[in-house]
């Protein structure tokens, strides 16, 4: 691997190669571009699963999030480079893994998320799509690609942090575009798809994507540093993250749950025991004698949905080990004492995630020609279960709730007054040059990306999103309603969920804004 490759801008800078006592100071200027950006103080008040304001202050944010999996990578970093020998001949060989890369992959890697959580990145996708016109829609892992590469700013580019080859490469989760057309993939076959692809003919990666077409040069670019990474996997770097992020995500909402006292222990042991008890018989039950809601019978849809996507690891023998060792220990253990904020069951949570924690963190393997669902670092099988069992719990036990999808519609609610009623003002000729400076810069960036786009690619125009065949659009004046609705994406993805709520609530001429529980 040539080390000049991975260390390689876009823009080549000077580097003070004594100004941090480190091997390679490139990395590090990366790390504090990252961690220094507004952006990533933004996080701070972006919902990770649901708004404090909806159970409190203990809820984790997406910068609380992010640091903790910056703590996780680097840990899983420092154990691939320093613990194997032929484990680290392999890493090497696949280009490396530098854990001050790791730390910036995983510091970025949600900067792109917009005002309240996921449910925000599904409403703006349909928005996108159904509302302005964009095919490629909306994905918060290719906005944070796009935040990295042209919408923040530095003291040494006009656009974007100009970062390494590695630094790049190690945000791309999941390396390609929306609408790219692959004839070997089969769609109709998801153990063949990568892992975070659902394929139509057309699209490869809906809804999970890493770059939008305004900056898949900057990614092919950040990519053709890594010449022995196959094009459906990531780096070595970015597959540390993505494993870091699950294990993270599978526990820190979990403490959050259990101190807001989301979490009913009875509800969630009714479940798991009977899942135990009768799983031979739930297995034999047609797909349409399963009721998410029926005891049990989650836990077997969960079973079933792993065994068709992942048969390259799951196993019902793993699987029912999984479930087991967290009924023992969450649901029998943990959630057996509610939370009562005294320091026996906050010493209860610590001990619970910090064991889960380092076990899960010792429990990977890299792996030189992985399955295409997954990534030259991995999570060996038991620990692989154990997480998927872990999300399961509060998916099914927080997120499906009837009251949080309540509030749910409302936070939908706010995404689509934002879009529609700024996308309403700047086509105001009248009144349109007084939309916020932001917006009219994003918008800007966005028009001048697709014709340059359309400059150095003459026969390219966007794809029409009204057509199934993905047949471009006719028309040239589509790059500047592109621009436009690029741009205002761009804008209400950069706000926080305090932001957007007051935005759209003047925008509506509200005297008050929208507030959970209202």
């Known amino acids: 691997m040539d080390d000049d490759q991975r260390r390689r801008r876009l823009i080549p800078e000077p580097v003070d190669r004594f100004a941090t006592g480190e091997e390679y100071p490139e990395y590090r200027v990366d790390l ?15 919902t990770q699963v649901v708004s404090p304001s ?33 484990q680290n001949a392999i890493v090497e060989r696949l280009g490396g893994c530098d854990p001050v890369v790791v730390q910036a992959a995983a510091s970025a890697h949600d900067l792109g998320h917009p005002p309240f959580g996921h449910l925000g990145e599904q409403v703006l996708d349909r928005l996108a799509r159904e509302r302005l ?4 829609g909306f994905e918060g892992n290719a906005q944070s690609f796009r935040i990295l590469s042209a919408l923040d700013v530095c003291e040494t580019v006009k656009e974007g942090l100009n970062l390494t080859a590695a630094s790049r490469a190690a945000v791309l989760k999941y390396p390609w575009g929306r609408t790219i057309h692959r004839p070997d993939l089969d769609p109709a076959d998801p153990t063949r798809m990568p892992r975070g692809s659902t394929a139509s003919r057309w699209e490869t990666a809906p809804p999970k994507f890493s770059a939008y077409t305004l900056d898949l040069d900057d990614m092919l670019d950040a990519r053709s540093a890594f010449t022995a990474i196959a094009p459906w996997q990531q780096t070595v770097e970015c597959s540390v993250m993505d494993v870091a992020d699950d294990i993270a ?12 006292g989301v979490l009913q222990q009875a509800a969630v042991a009714v479940e798991f025991r009977t899942f135990l008890r009768d799983q031979h018989t739930l297995a034999a039950l047609d797909a349409d004698e399963l009721w998410s809601r029926a005891p049990g019978h989650s836990l077997e ?19 029912r080990a999984s479930v087991q060792r967290v009924a023992t220990e969450l649901v029998e253990g943990l959630l057996a004492v509610p939370f009562d904020g005294s320091s026996r069951t906050e010493r209860a949570i610590e001990s619970f995630v910090s064991s ?10 890299v792996v030189e020609e992985p399955n295409v669902r997954s990534g030259h670092v991995s999570l060996l099988p038991e620990a692989w279960h154990d997480v998927t069992v872990l999300k399961f719990v509060h998916t099914r036990f927080v997120i499906d709730r009837p009251d949080f999808a309540t509030y749910q519609r409302g936070q939908s609610r ?59 659009q006719s028309d040239p004046r589509a790059l500047g309603r592109l621009g436009r609705a690029r741009g205002i994406l761009d804008y209400v993805a950069s706000l926080t969920d305090e932001q957007a709520t007051a935005l759209a609530a003047r925008l509506r001429g509200d005297r008050e804004s929208w507030a959970f529980g209202s």
Do not use: C
């Open 414 to 472: 706010v995404l689509d007054v934002l879009v529609t009623e700024l996308d309403s003002w700047l086509d105001d000729p009248r009144d349109g040059p007084r939309a916020p400076q932001k917006l009219l810069d994003f918008v800007e960036l966005a028009t001048d990306g697709y014709f340059r786009l359309r400059a150095d690619n003459p026969d390219w125009l966007p794809a029409d999103p009204e057509s199934d065949s993905g047949r471009p």
């Open 54 to 86: 909806g159970v409190g202050q203990v809820v984790h944010n997406r910068l609380t999030h992010s640091i903790k999996v910056t703590a996780v990578a680097r840990a899983i970093a420092m154990q691939l480079t320093t613990t194997d020998p032929e």
């Open 301 to 319: 849809l969960l079973r079933r949905r792993i065994v068709s996507r992942d048969p390259w690891i799951a196993s019902d023998e793993h699987f």
């Open 249 to 260: 995500y599978s526990l820190h909402d979990l403490d959050d749950f259990y101190r807001a």
């Open 133 to 136: 016109g964009l095919a490629e």
């Open 356 to 365: 889960w924690i380092g076990r899960l963190q010792r429990s990977v393997l």
């Open 32 to 46: 504090e571009r990252i961690r220094f950006s507004p952006y990533f103080a933004r996080l701070s008040a972006v």
